[in-house]
């Protein structure tokens, strides 16, 4: 009897996300393939496949977090090495997905380069596309190769259920993001609160109104993006003019993290700040884990918070830091995981 030949998975890490994908590819029981990754002199990137990849069905994990245009074009490459080199299937997991935030034509004479970059990675070779929180759901469409759409919303709900915080408004700081945070808000069984977000200049936030009822409410902040951390300021200003309770937690899936935004967040406003592992956290960021937030001068109606953090919820179900908080995560993050391994 001839039994059709299932291809093997090899799964490979670009240069952007090892961490997360060798805890991948422990979740799964396999070694990362080998892959050589290297710059010639002049700066142009230089990757070779170090075992054979014909007929397989390979992964490959590179979240096209800063550096951007970097991260991307090494991800391109080495898509078009594995087509070039016989891989069966190729599936690129990319669990930020960067420029979505360019998806649509704003003003005129706009690209859409989230469009553009699907075309890219298409034509590179991609047979699959696995991404996390897509900025906008309307970017799967940008593919003409199947997209499976994953979430963290589980894992982030799970960790603020487990919080147990009383007069809870769940808040979106922008109308986009409403869909998400209603699920939050179910989980909680929780209000909903709106911010109104305009950009009055290229990268600036302004939250002109606020819907819903915050006054001594505890609120919980998602936004699927952090970058500068300007939307974020905007919405916690907000929620205090309109007298929320100054102890708020913020949560995101994707912690970009630009430019200051560390310092922007380290507010005696925010207790914490809880992200996921799509793309890692930079080493500033990191170090402010280790150690308590800058403490801010305690002033009227601002209580002193002696220790604040960021807590990190691995997408990969596998422990990072040895927060207890995340070994009980575990579970349900690995959850995401099984369901980003039964497409295989
Ligand atoms: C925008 O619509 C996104 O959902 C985020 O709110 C935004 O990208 C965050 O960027 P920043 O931290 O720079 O304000």
Known sequence: ??????????????????ELASAVADHLGIALGGLQITRFADGE?????????????????QPTCPPIDANLLELL?????????????????????GYARQEKKAAPR???TAKLIANLIATAGASRIVAIDLHAEAIQGFFD???????????????????????????SPDEGRVKTVRKIAGRLNAPLAVGYKVHPDHGVSDITHLAGDVRGKTCIVYDDIISTGGSINE???ALLENGARPEITVACTHPVLAGRAVERLSRPEIKE??????????????????????RPPVRRGHPAHPRRRIRFFPISGVSRHS?????????????????????T
Do not use: W
């Open 77 to 97: 490459v080495l898509v078009d090495a594995l087509r070039r080199a016989s891989a069966d299937r190729i599936t690129c997991v990319l669990p930020y997905y």
């Open 235 to 237: 919405i916690i200003d």
């Open 323 to 343: 927060y207890p908080v995340e070994t009980t995560r575990a579970e349900s993050a690995s959850g995401t995981l099984r369901r980003m391994s039964s497409i």
């Open 145 to 171: 190769i199947p997209v499976d759409h994953l979430t963290s919303i589980q894992i982030i709900g799970d960790s603020l259920v487990a919080k147990n915080l009383r007069d809870v408004v769940v808040v």
């Open 273 to 294: 700040l809880i992200v996921t592992d799509t793309i890692p956290l930079r080493r500033k960021a990191q170090r402010q884990n280790h150690r308590p937030f800058r």
């Open 1 to 18: 009897m001839h039994l059709p030949r299932t291809p093997s998975l090899k799964l490979f890490a670009g240069t952007a996300h090892a």
């Open 45 to 61: 990137l230089y990757v070779k496949f170090e075992e054979s990849v014909r007929g397989t069905d390979a992964f490959v994990l």
């Open 110 to 112: 706009e690209p859409i």
